[in-house]
């Protein structure tokens, strides 16, 4: 006699039912008000998936077992008849001493159908098993959708009293440290902010300031001013040259004017950088 054809059930498969069952568990917070609504809502959603998950295994065991078990009345059937017909025909079985022996002679002369029905009943009282635990994992899966509600309930009313939901990270969240934040000099970024634009201020032409100044009626009026050079001339430099002034100045009002003049001017751009994410905003890039 064959086997008719039924689904596989190995045990390989109905470890991997185990498995599948021991990882559909909801854990659920002591105190869910503190991780905020996205964080509850997404635990009813996992019960949720859950339970429809094992709802899926439930139906599909059902079936196999509901297969084997008609395989397994057919097989009994046709295994006592087989058995009838060797007791009423078969010479050596109706040699037998008594009914205990001709019962013997018969089944060995029927081995073959006998494995295939142990085999088949074995599979059915695996799938029985399998059955059991996934009633009881839907069972806990419900109580697990029962206790979040109660949860939502709660949280409810203790906002009702006052309480607000919090923003705590959930538990593994890796958080980002700002500590760890590179920390640039905004000189630095100035600087890199005219390279990369261009806009870096050429160095003041020295010699038209002090002619400028040498010009000036009011250096001219002043008697204070030295018409004759009274020391080496100074060296400025203007685009890589050394530029040499006729006469150097000595003066309180022409000091002011030359430090005026060679002091850095204001940078406008990039004045407002604070790091280098601010940086490249400002550049576009």
Known sequence: MELPELPEVSVEAIDSVFSMLTDMEVHLDVDPLQFGPKRLNGKVADARRMLTGCEGLFLRVSQWL????????TMEVEFDLSKKHLFANDPEVR??????DRDALATMKLQDQVRLLSKVAQTQFDLEAVLIVIKAKRADLKD????????????QEE??????????PSPGTVTP????????DKQTLKDLHEMFTGKRHSEPDLAAIVSAVESDPAVESDP??????????????????????LKPLSDDAAADAYLSAIAAPAVEEGKGLRSVEDLLEDLDL
Request: hydrophobic fraction near 30%.
């Open 66 to 73: 509901q297969k084997y078990r008609a395989v397994h009345r």
């Open 95 to 100: 040699s037998g001493r008594n009914v205990a």
């Open 144 to 155: 697990a959708q029962g206790r979040l509600r109660d949860q939502m309930k709660l949280c």
């Open 159 to 168: 906002i009702g009293l006052g309480s607000r939901w919090g923003s705590k």
């Open 177 to 184: 440290d700002l500590e760890a934040a590179p920390n640039v």
């Open 224 to 245: 204070a001013v030295e018409t004759e050079p009274s020391g080496a001339a100074l060296p400025y430099r203007d685009g890589g040259h050394d530029l040499y002034p």
